[in-house]
């Protein structure tokens, strides 16, 4: 049983068509959250929700859009994709604010690469 | 910007032996500090964490420890075992759940 899971796991396509990686939880979690891993290994906040309500929302294109359906789930939809956007991307979750101490639960990541 | 810095890209130690990753922040607001596993093809995975409040933390083989006024952090790994070879990703809170991480120390313990 994943606790988080997304799809899909590889993803290859083309430079300026539009995909989008799909991410569910099954923790009952209420705050979700997008991370980029670039080539330089670091994990980068891109997005967060906390009951499917925007939180955080890094310097990022705006042909990156997330949208959260239900507190279980979190998309990312990327327009136009671009050589730059290759990278492995994780879904995370975590309840509330405040309990970090229990960390955040990954997902596996999805790697994308954009030819 | 990386607020969070683990300046050693990779560590060898030997099975039984300490391991002890080193990680560097600057940010002073943060409140809370983490410490990640990460295999191959997964998802970085919880391992223990720290308040800003305290020094140290210790949960069974894994310690970290906190030095505010020097913005420095570790983890203490005692015995390492050849199963602790991974990718440790440091991380801190500033707040509002914005999580920071360091680029990883990858950990090889050889039996």
């Known amino acids: 049983d994943t606790a988080v899971s997304q799809t899909p796991k590889y993803l290859v396509t083309q430079m300026g068509n539009d995909k989008s990686i799909k991410c569910e939880q099954n923790l009952g979690h209420d705050t979700m959250y997008w991370y980029k891993q670039d080539s330089k290994k670091f994990l980068k906040i891109m997005f967060s929700?906390?009951?499917?309500?925007?939180?955080i929302n890094e310097t990022v294109p705006n042909r990156f859009s997330p949208k959260s359906p239900d507190k279980a789930h979190l998309n990312l939809h990327i327009n136009s994709l671009e050589l730059g956007d290759s990278a492995v991307y994780f879904c995370a979750s975590s309840q509330g604010f405040g309990e970090v101490n229990y960390g955040y639960t990954f997902g596996s990541g999805t790697r994308l690469t954009v030819v | 910007d990386q607020q969070v810095k683990q300046n050693s890209p990779s560590l060898s130690v030997q099975e039984g032996r300490i391991s002890i990753l080193n990680c560097d922040y600057t940010?002073?607001?943060?409140?809370?500090f983490l410490w990640y596993k990460k295999y191959p093809a997964e998802g970085p995975t919880f391992l223990i964490s720290?308040?800003?409040?305290?020094d140290k933390n210790e949960d069974g083989r894994f310690t970290v420890f906190l030095n505010k006024s020097a913005k420095h952090l570790s983890l203490h790994i005692v015995p390492s075992q050849p199963g602790d070879s991974a990718v440790y990703f440091c991380?801190?809170?500033?707040?509002?759940?914005?999580?920071?991480f360091g680029a990883g120390t990858r950990l090889t313990v050889k039996p």
């Open positions: 940010n002073s607001m943060f409140d809370y």
């Open positions: 720290i308040s800003s409040i305290k």
């Open positions: 929700y906390n009951n499917k309500e925007l939180i």
């Open positions: 991380a801190a809170r500033a707040g509002n759940n914005d999580m920071r």
